[in-house]
């Protein structure tokens, strides 16, 4: 127990005592012990009345007070039997009488009080778990926020790299916390509430946790499924308590992460009342915003990768004013990125940060983290001293193209059709372009299902793509499936992956970028959700006629069998190199950058390639 509590042990002791004292004193002022050959003559004599008798015990009165003044007398009980044989030898005879009003307290309080204890130890382990606190259920309306004061909050900005739009942003939060007269000078106030939008492993809490630690203020942080629980009213409660704390360590920072889980949009209907306990959370965390001052020196900061889900109170001007992109970096932002972490690790001077920032386009500060720690233990394993360029190469395709199974033997008949199909991937991607670069070729089976890959990054950031360009990648994907009808004279299973590529490409461009010349600049699919494109479906499908349907299905059609021809008339022309090259593979399992190169510089103009052979839709 705390210090200055009430201590219900020492209580009950205390009370136990008094009783156990109250009873000897009775007893040794107002009862007296006899013999029961004493009580046996008494009763011959008629001195005795009120008789109270037990199995053990005979108790009752004396009819004239005895010199010391008892009236009351207590006596064992003998068995009869053995009482008139005493009697008969003229024997003073008396059993001892126990005092077993102790013994009798105990049998029943002990298992009490252990039951208690027991009940408190656990609930005492249990709010020591969840952060300190009241035990038991008088805690459950309390906030579980993890409270990081000054001392604890090490991350400044000079942590955080990649997101210089974002921390622009933040620093006016700063800015604010150490000088807030500055701001009030000219009337201005700060946002109530500033949200923190973008895809997962961005930074989003990164950047929260370094706006508390260049402020030097405390921060409150909480994810949002915390606040609900099962009892109705814990959720509203928890909101409650955890503005009230922050209002008394103000100047301060509440962060709430994963804002989604508590913020979804209420639903209309008969079920979806407000008696829900997740509305009834929402609603009291927007009365929280509505009625807090910003003067005060509270700020509150939210993160989520899915503000499509918020309800629109939470977004309105006076609630989350602001809303930051924290969004992926770019190849510059990247190399940032990779600076920071490899402060940590020790690493050759001449490794080419920048080729590794260029290989990892779309890569968050997460990935990016997780890249420099594979390169580590990449080098650890090849027993280096210090991380080496080879190092961060393995680590990207590791990540990229998963774990090398070296153990998943394929026969001989597999390995040349495996080696074929990537080369043709290979030489179609070297033939045509505006397609990703060719980095490495290998024929070592990785990840789940892939028997070998064709590893291609872009070099550069790209947020537009063409019509051609789109075309001309569904041609690359193909190239593997094509190589094997060319040579083989059929196909495998091989290219299923491909596939799904391609028919993804090719509907996009029908329905979603409005590239069809018969169905026009109609988009028959809307974009949902930018940040979740890898999580889920991405895109919304509108309500289509049979007709346009159809329209849709041949127009993908047509595009496959345009981008198929274009490789198939590369891989037709330059199939002694495609030959060569599927040799030189199985020989080597692995090729890199340079020696694709030197096969791409063999390559015959087919006449056709580089052109758009696809049918014009």
Not at 75 to 97: F, G, K, M
Request: hydrophobic letters at 45%; aromatic letters at 6%.
């Amino acid at each position: 127990m705390g210090k200055g509590r009430f201590n219900v042990f020492w209580f009950l002791a205390f009370m136990l005592a008094v009783f156990y004292i109250q009873g000897m004193w009775f007893q040794s002022t107002q009862v007296a012990t006899i013999p029961y050959s004493e009580f046996e003559e008494l009763l011959k004599n008629k001195a005795v009345d009120n008789l109270n008798i037990s199995e053990q015990f005979i108790r009752g009165e004396f009819k004239q007070a005895r010199e010391d003044k008892k009236k009351i007398f207590i006596t064992t009980r003998v068995e009869p039997e053995l009482a008139t044989d005493l009697a008969e030898a003229d024997v003073t005879y008396s059993q001892q009488i126990e005092n077993t009003f102790l013994r009798d307290i105990l049998s029943w309080v002990l298992p009490v009080l252990l039951f208690i204890g027991i009940w408190l130890f656990i609930m005492r382990k249990m709010a020591e778990k969840a952060g300190g606190g009241m035990p038991g259920l008088m805690s459950v309306g309390k906030s579980k926020a993890k409270l990081y004061v000054e001392a604890n909050i090490k991350t400044t900005f000079d942590d955080v790299a990649g997101v210089d739009e974002a921390k622009e942003e933040l620093l006016e939060v700063v800015n604010f916390l150490k000088n807030p007269a500055e701001y009030e000078a000219l009337g201005a106030r700060m946002p109530k509430g500033i949200l923190l939008v973008g895809p997962p492993g961005t930074g989003k809490t990164l950047l929260a946790k370094a706006v508390a630690g260049e402020a030097r203020v405390p921060f409150f942080s909480i994810n949002g499924s915390e606040f609900v629980e099962l009892f109705v009213g814990v959720g509203a409660s928890r909101v409650r308590d955890l503005f009230e704390q922050a209002r008394k360590q103000a100047p301060c920072i509440i962060f709430i992460d994963e804002l989604d889980a508590l913020g979804k949009a209420r639903a209309p209907g008969m079920f979806q009342g407000g008696h829900d306990e997740k509305e009834q959370t929402l609603n009291q965390l927007l009365s929280e915003l509505d009625g807090f001052d910003t003067t005060t020196g509270v700020v509150l900061l939210a993160a989520t990768n899915r503000p499509e889900v918020l309800d629109p109170a939470l977004l309105r001007a006076g609630r989350f004013d602001r809303q930051v992109l924290v969004d992926r970096p770019d190849k510059t932002g990247r190399e940032q990125i990779l600076k920071v972490h490899l402060r940590k690790v020790k690493f050759q001077k001449s490794v080419n940060i920048e080729h590794i920032a260029g290989l990892t386009p779309g890569f968050t500060g997460a990935d990016l983290a997780n890249l420099v720690n594979e390169a580590a233990l990449a080098a650890t394993r090849r027993k280096s001293d210090v991380v080496a360029d080879e190092d961060f190469l393995s680590a990207v395709e590791r990540i990229v193209a998963g774990l090398e199974k070296k153990s998943r033997l394929m026969n001989v008949r597999e390995r040349e059709i495996v080696a074929y199909h990537e080369m043709g991937h290979a030489l179609v991607g070297c033939a045509l372009p505006g397609v990703d670069k060719v980095q490495k070729i290998s024929i070592i089976p990785r990840g789940i299902g892939a028997l070998g890959y064709t590893l291609q990054r872009p070099t550069e950031d790209r947020y537009l793509m063409t019509r051609q360009e789109l075309v001309n990648k569904m041609s690359v994907l193909l190239g593997g499936r094509v190589a094997e009808s060319v040579i083989f004279g059929e196909i495998s299973t091989g290219a299923a992956d491909d596939l799904v590529k391609v028919t993804n490409i090719a509907e996009a461009l029908v329905t979603k970028y409005g590239m069809s010349a018969k169905l026009g600049n109609v988009v028959f699919e809307q974009p949902q959700n930018v940040f979740l494109e890898r999580a889920g479906p991405a895109s919304l499908q509108r309500e289509r006629s049979e007709e346009s349907a159809k329209i849709i299905d041949q127009e993908i059609k047509q595009l496959v069998e345009g981008a198929e021809l274009v490789a198939k008339n590369i891989l037709v022309t330059n199939k002694s190199i495609l030959e060569k090259g599927a040799k030189l593979l199985l020989k080597k399992e692995t090729l890199v950058e340079d020696e694709v190169m030197a096969l791409a510089a063999e390559l015959v103009p087919s006449g056709e390639s580089g052109a758009d052979l696809s049918p014009k839709v």
